[in-house]
DNA sequence: CGTAGCATGTAACAGGTTACATGATTCT
DNA sequence: AGAATCATGTAACCTGTTACATGCTACG
């Protein structure tokens, strides 16, 4: 198994566990380091992915719970059960966990994916014929400046309340965001025109 | 089943045939989209997908070929085995299938998907420190950079080849390409500059 | 007092990829 | 002759999502 091997070349520490963990499943990482801000449960850690992660990341429920029970049986996570009130499970990070985060962050990034399905039909474009094509650039023009008004909008928080540990971190992939959703209110112009005129 | 559902609301023609072609599974379409403007075997279309489509879309043999046995057995695509050389297989489309192409270019989109695994490590920077969160700005910076080179190059060639009758629309699926890989490389220095200064 | 949101969970499915096996052909 | 590329295919795996089931709690 992979396992093994990866935690060979990294988790000194540790490295003569077993871990059900599988390394390669982003979904460990994402859960490790939205705990390893703070503790929360499992229906907190979906709303994180929505939010702060949703430009560049997703995940479902039907991930986050059965991760979550694997991380605990490693020992990477510790869930506490809340007697009172609703009996929610608050799940906050070890310093295994922390270890196994900080080995995946040092290691360098595998795949940087872009799956665009409005880019497929625009390609395809000719069988669909110029009007059906800026139906799809219209759409995609009036989701994107919603998104990109949402990001601005964190921007302006981000810049406001600096006393954040991490606050540069959240700035720049955010203003990643911004930069790249611009760029692609200013390709659907660039679009149209070749479309329309040329 | 989905599948028939979908048909129903757009493909008079042939509505009343069962097709085992999922409906929402985007191989389909790309094998179809590709074919619609030539003739190629499995290997081609594996070649145009890594050369021309690997921007914003990319797939593998594993389920190229399958992918392709099914279109045929729904009457989509027609194969012609070569009986010289290498016995290789030429796939060429169908009117149903350029019917079931068409109606999948009409609907809305559903899903563009973004999933950079180096936004994620910088959004849990905290963990890793500012030397190891440059380091990765540098690779992912590079790779954009060659990247960029080759949609330019793309570009180049496709403004002077304007006698496709597609040309257009691959020239606006480049050109987004390269906004956005423009805007990367603008957000790689300012990402630095928040890290290093500010 | 009903409904929106909080909260946990699971089974079935989807939509692929990876790694392997096999062999022909072209290039050097 | 050997390597690279062309060419086809498959079985096992992976990494999720979707849809459902369940029930509590805050709010108007």
């Given at each position: 198994?992979?396992?093994?091997?990866?935690?060979?070349?990294?988790?000194?520490?540790?490295?003569?566990?077993?871990?059900?963990?599988?390394?390669?499943k982003?979904?460990?990482?994402?859960?490790l380091?939205?705990?390893?801000?703070?503790?929360?449960?499992?229906?907190?850690?979906?709303?994180?992915?929505?939010?702060?992660?949703?430009?560049?990341?997703?995940?479902?429920?039907?991930?986050?719970?059965?991760?979550?029970?694997?991380?605990?049986?490693?020992?990477?996570?510790?869930?506490?059960?809340?007697?009172?009130?609703?009996?929610?499970?608050?799940?906050?990070?070890?310093?295994?966990?922390?270890?196994?985060?900080?080995?995946?962050l040092?290691?360098?990034?595998?795949?940087?994916?872009?799956?665009?399905?409005?880019?497929?039909?625009?390609?395809?474009?000719?069988?669909?014929?110029?009007?059906?094509?800026?139906?799809?650039?219209?759409n995609?023009?009036?989701?994107?400046?919603?998104?990109?008004?949402?990001?601005?909008?964190?921007?302006?928080?981000?810049?406001?309340?600096?006393?954040?540990?991490?606050?540069?971190?959240?700035?720049?992939?955010?203003?990643?965001?911004?930069?790249?959703?611009?760029?692609?209110?200013?390709?659907?112009?660039?679009?149209?025109?070749?479309?329309?005129?040329?």
């Open positions: 198994m992979s396992l093994r091997h990866h935690l060979m070349d990294g988790m000194q520490a540790y490295c003569m566990e077993e871990l059900s963990v599988a390394i390669e982003k979904i460990n990482f994402v859960i380091g939205l705990l390893n801000h703070e503790a929360l449960t499992g229906y907190e850690i979906k709303k994180r992915i929505d939010n702060s992660l949703r430009f560049f990341w997703s995940g479902s429920f039907g991930s986050i719970y059965p991760t979550l029970d694997v991380l605990v049986q490693d020992g990477c996570v510790e869930k506490e059960e809340e007697t009172s009130g609703r009996g929610k499970i608050i799940y906050s990070i070890t310093e295994k966990g922390r270890v196994l985060l900080r080995e995946w040092m290691k360098p990034v595998k795949k940087d994916e872009l799956r665009y399905e409005t880019l497929l039909k625009l390609f395809f474009g000719g069988e669909l014929g110029r009007e059906g094509i800026l139906v799809h650039i219209q995609f023009e009036e989701k994107i400046k919603k998104e990109l008004l949402l990001l601005e909008m964190y921007v302006q928080n981000l810049e406001r309340v600096q006393n954040e540990e991490d606050h540069k971190y959240y700035l720049i992939t955010v203003k990643f965001g911004v930069e790249t959703y611009r760029a692609y209110l200013r390709w659907c112009e660039e679009a149209r025109n070749i479309l329309l005129h040329d």
